[in-house]
């Protein structure tokens, strides 16, 4: 059924189901972006009658692929690769690459999806795809991650270029992954191009790129509080996850004067009342970056408390900040954070939140920065990676932090400007539709396509 005839979210929901079944998360990303543009579209017929949402719904194309390779016990290991292909209309494919034993198709499309949306409101032109495997690093040897990373690029590179495809890390892939993958394309390729983001900085990786997801993502939460007449200063905030984008946000916040109380991983969470301090933090650092360790020795060096098997969303705080993974806070964990008091969410994860947990939050009209606009600081960077490789040079840290700070404060206004909504800014109606309209727009303009 074409969209000019479809009245309502369930029926174009309806539609979508029966098109993708089971992919229960893909389903879940689209409703959430749906339910602002289909009343966004409805007196506007240059995008209902190019059966706009349909279009964007359907990914350009998707790679499934077999990858082997041999354990150090000389066992041929059997897994599976993806890559995703959303949407290149404003730009070469981006996104990142996710190692973690949950992957499926349907999770490799809603962060597909989710990615069109999130690098459109970065306004560098780059368009939307993620990849990733079923395999789990954690537990294996540093040759049998490189082994799987080989094996893995041997087959993506056919379907990636620095002007087709860039893939990045994301969960499971950090500096290691990406050397590796980064040096099997080059034997393969005999080419030496930005084609993938995330590198060492000695081979083309750019400064900031470690650091941008958590920092943008404290940036977006800074510019949400300071719309509001309010500041990070002494702010208790919970933060989820110890990886990555966990560790930069948590690192941010103590800049700004913030207090982060937890951090976790899948095992559970740690709870600090005095606040995880730089020294802290280092240790976390250390655990996670180079022991690969689980946050629980935290509470064992630090006297803090640890809770296992849940997230830390009912502790009291003013800002929370998922870092971890998709759907860590149900609609339970939702009303618990507002009705502790809770002002604001940034989600430097993406999608961790549920439909019911957004739909408490907006209920509440609390400040909820939704994961497309709050952590696009990370993509962002990797497109001035790329700018950086295409002219071979690279710029100094100041000039990047700065840059990264104008972007998340332009993501910022794009939010206010289109999520206004009497007396306060819904910033997921916002962050969907000024995401939408670019990718749009260029879509409608090449025709039938
Ligand atoms: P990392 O692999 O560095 O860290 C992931 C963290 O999340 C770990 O602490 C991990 O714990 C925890 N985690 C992962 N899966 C689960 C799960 N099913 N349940 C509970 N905890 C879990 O990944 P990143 O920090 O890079 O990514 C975190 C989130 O941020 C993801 O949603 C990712 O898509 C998103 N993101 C990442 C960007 C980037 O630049 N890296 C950019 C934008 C968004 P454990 O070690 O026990 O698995
Ligand atoms: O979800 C994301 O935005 C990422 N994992 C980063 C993607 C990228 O290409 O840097």
Same mark, same amino acid.
């Given at each position: 059924?074409g969209?000019?005839?479809?009245?309502?979210?369930?029926?174009?929901?309806?539609?979508?189901?029966?098109?993708?079944?089971?992919?229960?998360?893909?389903?879940?990303?689209?409703?959430?972006?749906?339910?602002?543009?289909?009343?966004?579209?409805?007196?506007?017929?240059?995008?209902?009658?190019?059966q706009?949402?349909?279009?964007?719904?359907?990914?350009?194309?998707?790679?499934?692929?077999?990858?082997?390779?041999?354990d150090?016990?000389?066992?041929?290991?059997?897994?599976?690769?993806?890559?995703?292909?959303?949407?290149?209309?404003?730009?070469?494919?981006?996104?990142?690459?996710?190692?973690?034993?949950?992957v499926?198709?349907?999770?490799?499309?809603?962060?597909?999806?989710?990615?069109?949306?999130?690098?459109?409101?970065?306004?560098?032109?780059?368009?939307?795809?993620?990849?990733?495997?079923?395999?789990?690093?954690?537990?294996?040897?540093?040759?049998?991650?490189?082994?799987?990373?080989?094996?893995?690029?041997?087959?993506?590179?056919?379907h990636?270029?620095?002007?087709?495809?860039?893939?990045?890390?994301?969960?499971?892939?950090?500096?290691?992954?990406?050397?590796?993958?980064?040096?099997?394309?080059?034997?393969?390729?005999?080419?030496?191009?930005?084609?993938?983001?995330?590198k060492?900085?000695?081979?083309?990786?750019?400064?900031?790129?470690?650091?941008?997801?958590?920092?943008?993502?404290?940036?977006?939460?800074?510019?949400?509080?300071?719309?509001?007449?309010?500041?990070?200063?002494?702010?208790?905030?919970?933060?989820s996850?110890?990886?990555?984008?966990?560790?930069y946000?948590?690192?941010?916040?103590?800049?700004?004067?913030?207090?982060?109380?937890?951090?976790?991983?899948?095992?559970?969470?740690?709870?600090?009342?005095?606040?995880?301090?730089?020294?802290?933090?280092?240790?976390?650092?250390?655990?996670?970056?180079?022991?690969?360790?689980?946050?629980?020795?935290?509470?064992?060096?630090?006297?803090?408390?640890?809770?296992?098997?849940?997230?830390?969303?009912?502790?009291?705080?003013?800002?929370?900040?998922?870092?971890?993974?998709?759907?860590?806070?149900?609609?339970?964990?939702?009303?618990?954070?507002?009705?502790?008091?809770?002002?604001?969410?940034?989600?430097?994860?993406?999608?961790?939140?549920? %439909? +019911?947990?957004?739909?408490? /939050? $907006?209920?509440?009209?609390?400040?909820? &920065?939704?994961? @497309?606009? =709050?952590? !696009?600081?990370?993509?962002?960077?990797?497109?001035?990676?790329?700018?950086?490789?295409?002219?071979?040079?690279?710029?100094?840290?100041?000039?990047?932090?700065?840059?990264?700070r104008?972007?998340?404060?332009?993501?910022?206004?794009?939010?206010?400007?289109?999520?206004? %909504? +009497?007396?306060?800014?819904? /910033? $997921?109606a916002?962050?969907?539709?000024? &995401?939408?309209? @670019?990718? =749009?727009? !260029?879509?409608?303009?090449?025709?039938?396509?």
């Amino acid at each position: 059924m074409g969209y000019s005839t479809v009245h309502s979210l369930d029926e174009f929901m309806e539609g979508l189901k029966r098109r993708n079944p089971g992919e229960t998360e893909y389903h879940q990303a689209v409703y959430e972006v749906a339910q602002s543009i289909i009343p966004y579209i409805k007196d506007k017929p240059e995008y209902r009658n190019s059966q706009i949402l349909e279009r964007l719904t359907e990914p350009d194309r998707i790679i499934s692929f077999r990858v082997c390779w041999q354990d150090d016990e000389n066992q041929i290991r059997v897994n599976r690769g993806y890559r995703v292909q959303h949407n290149n209309a404003i730009g070469p494919y981006k996104g990142g690459i996710r190692f973690h034993h949950n992957v499926t198709q349907s999770i490799l499309k809603f962060l597909a999806f989710e990615q069109t949306f999130k690098n459109s409101l970065t306004s560098l032109p780059m368009g939307g795809g993620k990849g990733g495997s079923d395999f789990n690093p954690k537990g294996k040897s540093d040759s049998e991650v490189m082994r799987f990373c080989q094996s893995f690029m041997t087959e993506l590179s056919r379907h990636i270029g620095p002007h087709t495809d860039v893939p990045a890390g994301d969960i499971g892939v950090g500096a290691r992954e990406i050397s590796y993958m980064f040096g099997q394309y080059l034997r393969i390729k005999n080419e030496f191009t930005g084609v993938l983001t995330g590198k060492g900085l000695a081979f083309g990786g750019s400064l900031i790129r470690t650091e941008a997801t958590g920092y943008g993502c404290v940036y977006f939460m800074q510019d949400m509080l300071s719309h509001a007449d309010k500041s990070m200063d002494g702010m208790r905030c919970l933060v989820s996850g110890s990886g990555n984008v966990a560790q930069y946000t948590i690192e941010k916040i103590i800049h700004l004067g913030g207090i982060p109380l937890t951090a976790s991983d899948s095992s559970g969470f740690i709870y600090d009342k005095e606040g995880i301090n730089e020294e802290k933090l280092a240790f976390i650092m250390d655990l996670k970056n180079n022991r690969r360790g689980r946050i629980s020795e935290y509470a064992d060096k630090y006297g803090a408390e640890f809770h296992a098997g849940k997230g830390p969303w009912a502790i009291p705080c003013d800002l929370a900040f998922p870092c971890a993974t998709q759907n860590e806070i149900d609609g339970d964990q939702g009303a618990m954070l507002v009705k502790n008091g809770c002002i604001g969410v940034a989600e430097g994860a993406n999608m961790p939140s549920t %439909q +019911d947990a957004i739909d408490h /939050y $907006l209920e509440a009209k609390i400040m909820y &920065g939704p994961s @497309k606009a =709050a952590n !696009a600081g990370g993509v962002a960077v990797s497109g001035l990676e790329m700018t950086q490789n295409s002219m071979r040079l690279s710029w100094s840290r100041t000039e990047l932090d700065e840059r990264l700070r104008q972007i998340m404060m332009n993501i910022h206004g794009q939010c206010v400007e289109y999520g206004q %909504q +009497d007396g306060w800014v819904n /910033y $997921l109606a916002g962050a969907n539709i000024a &995401g939408f309209r @670019k990718v =749009a727009d !260029a879509m409608i303009a090449y025709g039938v396509v």
